[in-house]
């Protein structure tokens, strides 16, 4: 695919016309370059005029934590994404790892011989994320070890992951997950329901997520690997990077990433139904193609994923607060999204033709 | 279940009185709910509301968000057609706590005292109906097939378990399929072709709602199978229309539209007097359709 | 006739091209010569519609024509035999020779003339064996590049454009080219013939250009020149002065390596290969293209399996093989293709250059502020890397401040020996011998050097010991005082060599 | 994604290690290549021992009706594949017309001033085509002149359609399209519903679309420069070869069987909704690649993305019969799917080791 992507080299698109030098340039460089934010400004602006709720802090709580879901997810992706590959799954992992925190939660754990052990919230909510964290390394041995594509692989995980979500309950829903202090297990509604300091967990965690997130691809051996491995394998592999050990990493940080935001979804609801996330993985991708990342891999930053997130998630709910028909939130979301790589090509040819006229 | 009301009266009352109802329903790609989002949304708006229609898709993690934007958008009433009773409660919960009182329509929710009221056709006594007439048409033997709805969906245990209090009776009667369709017409099209595939000795069909009815009818056309019955649920004009041209034999109609009106006349007041009008729980009863009245039937009410 | 009037081409930072004009005379083989990354295949791609030059105007008998894609190349009669293969390695002969310009009946493929026709022409450059259906990703490179050929010949060109036709050709396959081009000729074709060998390009040239860093520096009757003058030419001034030897004295061995043996898909890419580079010493190892150099020094790394032979450094032998491994044992590779194997494109000077040795610039498993900026800028300072800011792209700077940067990193990862293939390939002359005093400077550091060069003039001028190689083998060795050009080019197409891909 | 994937020429995963020679290799590349239809065969034994009803004419024919469908998205998709792109739009663009095409049947075109038109079944159809050959059209457009990724451009399509679809009818059902005399729009059923000599039209189509296509794939012009571009895009740039024109089409072909499918689906449902065919560009994608498509381009055949079609749909029809639990469903099609792509791998290596020694 790469041939056609964002992050084509100049150089095969031909010379780039030559345009007048100088400041206007730059000044159109440094728009493309925080396009997401000006988007992000723009609809809030707009929307702001639209309705009064929508600026009013309670609703900013809101849509962010509605955001912070999708957010997790996309930082994962954004990891796989910079090494050059994609994550399909992450839709899929999130609902297993909901149904199986679900069952914890609810029926508990069949001991062979007597009775039913009942984890704590804590141990329950860890299970879920190494569940994650196991399905996506599996991805990482699939893509490294048996050379499978990763969008095959991944795509296969989808159905397999989603597969065993519904096997758990057959398909039923795991009603009500409050537990109770005799099993010891109470408290999961914490995580999407409570808030602190008046922000919702949920926005918390997201924030922890990022943070974490961001040091790793900036200020980490590891994350610089991440980003070589994507710009260039066989440059990194005779640099003495572990290539294939960098790729499971990243796809095991995204099953992590999914599964952390399945329980979320699980603990605002209460309850765990094996639908859970459907196709959220086209949100996730969505929102880092959005904040720059290349699906060639190599170039993208938290931040902007993040950005894209925020960009989808207040789209979408100022549609709905404005009373426009939700249909149209399907059409302005893909709009959106191939706006934003067309400008980002645009960006690229401008840097390029700076570097050449400097040169 | 009045202490309930009042609780939230105080809440409801300590915000400015709200002019917005909004009205959350499933997909209206089933005519069901498209004609309980137009028949709410036209009674709130002659009442004086401002209205704001949502369709979640049978998706609670949508349906919560929605609800979400009914808070912020500090709504004085949320009319509700829920995706899936066990995971709607907690979303149901926080509006309360926000203030904001929910009225469910449609599909019940298995707790009282979260919702201010729970008003659904009389699901039992449909099935019933239904289940008596399909019994009448098989002649009360032979080989028959079932359609679960969502099993998310209270609803769907409800008219099945009515179905079979009447059909079990027969002992000539054998159910030899029983699939979940999960009220989807393109499932219910593809379930029941293999289920013929499976059964060819099949002489009825009976379905928990008409999209799937309507489905199953469209399965046995492709088959050229006009010797089979079909029964549906809720009285769609869609149905209707097969029964007057003789194929499907018949649905229980649910008064869609009446139940949609009655939910926002009760909310109506309890934003006027921060007083539950009603209980909680009300339900309507249904009517049976068939080719003797199938005419009289407009938009989900019989007007004769 | 064909001119080509102040042709300039840039790539990013690099200029390929300046104001270069370039004739071809009609009906004779105009030979284009010059060093590595002179420029001689981007004039090339302009004339064929490649690639678009930034300035300059084309002329075809006289007036100006607009080439802006192959198309359009093609409707005025040239062809082109590309340097870097462009096959469809999923597709059958027959259809590679005609993809592009089908064969049609009533709309549909004329598979059966298509097929017909291939068997003719692969017949004429004597490879009638070959079955026009077989896909062409199943054949050696050798045999690839005469499909290469095989495409042209298929069109009735007016001027045809050779870019090193016969860089992975045996000897006998290259009298089969000669023949086919007589005959070109006596049909009042203009040939362009861009090659490396002296010897062959001296027996079928009529007239010869050189380019020398992007700039055309000569153009002359073949019988007017002898060897001497377009080595001169290319190399632009009297090799020793281009390039500062390395006098220092040679201590331990470093390097020593035993019957390495690389298994290939025709047959071993190296051949029970032993070596040694000991400390102060910078070692050449000459050969054509197709020799096995590059994957030796990748063997070397690790980045290849070896089916058998030792490597030991510093006398102790290093058993796992693997890229890490030879990092930590005290090798360093510098690649030949800094594109693809060197550089990230996506990351910044300074990025590149630290990669290697990242974990070195932690504290408590995070960057040390600033470390990186002052590690990079010590290796820009010191290598004289001409960047102004290190947060620059990479893709940047010029060819040879690229290259700079590859051996900036691995000279950060210690080396004890510093592999460098192809170093000088496509940087300008200036740069090349900064590079050739860096190498120096490094043997007298202590450090051991081997490096591979294609240029004559370059290995004779750099080189204490010469090592030669011919199809995966060491056909010969020479220190610096016996070295003759002669020698070296007898011994690179010694025997081995004429068997390649047969 | 190419560096992992299945096509990976065996040249750059290094020297194949010499195995003993002969015919056992043979033997197994034999299996290999013709894994398809060895699946398939192992399947319909399977199926047909625990189930006397399986293999009967009637069930065979009415599982190869349920596999038209997807067979006609994944040829199309095929074409696009070829070129190494991708098509996810494939699902929403037959949704699109799907619901086009419902509402000239069910409501009829507004004319300005004077009534509503209501055009033949002929030619709604053909409207229906036109429109999924536009929006393939608009996607070529997007990935060849905006270089925007295929994954994106189409991904961006996927939501844009899919909106439109809604906003059609309001996100309501079309439920009745059987027309009527005086309208001269009657018969839109038999695409989906009829039977000729007592073999569904729609499986008529798709036997009629695939020949169609594997003639265009290996007899004429277009069809090989198809798999040029996928196979070297520069060397098809330089073979004179209109990359951009090729790449156009394609998916151009994409979305108009996209929405043939979309109208099969509608005529055999007889009602049109908006939500037809969501996520079925998934089932495409893995058929085409069951098949032995590789995503890098340039390798697969139509003969082979067919079979890969059935053997997803007898797949999933015969755990039905069969009552397995449909959850299983999810997960042994994507173990399938990962499955397929790992002998293809497989496949590659062995033919370089023989090609190795036949050398
Ligand atoms: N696509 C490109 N992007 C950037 N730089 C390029 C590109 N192509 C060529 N160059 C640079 O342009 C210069 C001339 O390259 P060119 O291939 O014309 O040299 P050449 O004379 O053909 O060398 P050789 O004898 O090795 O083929 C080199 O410095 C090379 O690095
Ligand atoms: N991809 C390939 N497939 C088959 N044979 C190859 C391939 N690459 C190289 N070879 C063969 O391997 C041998 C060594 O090739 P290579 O060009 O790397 O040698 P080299 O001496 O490094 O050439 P150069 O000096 O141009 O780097 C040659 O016989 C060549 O034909
Ligand atoms: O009662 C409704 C209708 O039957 C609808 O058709 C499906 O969902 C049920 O809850
Ligand atoms: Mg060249
Ligand atoms: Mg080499």
Redesign the interface.
Known sequence: MSDTDVATPPATTGPAPKRPPGNLARAALLLLKGRTVVVLVILMILFGTMSGEYLSSSNLIVMTKHVAINAILAIGVTFVILTGGIDLSVGSIAGLASMICGGLLFSGLALPGEGTLFLSVGMVILAGVLVGCVVGWVNGVLVTRFKVAPFIATLGMLYVARGFAQLRSEGGTFPNLAGTPERGNTGFHIIGVDRWLGIPVAVWIMVLVAAAAIVVTTRTPFGRQVYAVGGNERAAELAGIRVNRIKVAVYAISGACAALAGLLLTSELGAAYPDTATTYELNAIAAAVLGGTALSGGRGTIVGTVLGAFVIGFLADGLVLVGVSTFWQSVVKGAVIVFAVITATAQQRLEASLAERAA | SDSEGSDGSDAGASEAKSNLIVIITP?????FF?AEQVAADAKAKELGYET????HDD???KQ???I??A????AGAIILDNA????T???VQ?AKDAGVPSFLIDREI?STGIAVAQIVSNNAQGAALGGQLFAEEMEGKGQYAELLGK??DTNAGVRSKGYHDVLDQFPDLEMVAQQ?ANWD??EA???T??I???N?KIKGIIAGNDTMA??AQ?AL????RDDVIVVGFDGS??VV?SIKSEKIKATVLQPASQIAEMAVEQADSYIRTGQASQPEKQSVDCILVNAENADSVDNFAVTS | MLTAEGVSKNYGGVHALRDVTFTAHRGKVNVLVGENGAGKSTLMKILCGAERPSSGTIRLEGEAVQIDSPRTAMAHGIGIIHQELSLFPNLSIAENLFAGRELRQRGFSDLQTQRGRSKEVLARLGQSHLDPDRLVGELPIGQQQLVEIARVLLEDVRILIMDEPTSALSNHEVDILFTVIGDLLADDVTIIYISHKLDEFRRIGDHVTVLRDGRLVAHERMDRTDTAWIVRQMVGRDPDSLFTRNRSETGETLLSVDGLTVAGPTRALVDDVSLQVRAGEVVGIYGLMGAGRTELMEALMGLRKTASGTVAVKGRVEPAGTVRARLAAGLALVPEDRQRDGLVQTMSVRDNIVLSTLNRLTRGGLFRRGAQRQTAQRKVDELAIKVGDLALAITSLSGGNQQKVVLARAMLTDPVVLLLDEPTRGVDVGAKSQIADLMAGLAQAGFGVLFISSELAEVMAIADRVLVMAAGRITAEFDADELTEEALVAASASKPAMEVEE
Chains 1, 4 share one sequence.
């Open positions: 997909s209206p790609d089933n005519v498209k704001l229609v949502i369709s998706d609670p993690t919560s968000q929605a979400d934007t808070i912020s958008r500090k899936g009773a066990d995971a409660e907690t979303a926080r298995n099993e998310t979940t017409q393109a099209l593809s379930k072709q293999t013929l595939q499976a060819p309507l489905g469209a056309d492709a088959a050229g004009p869609d229309e």
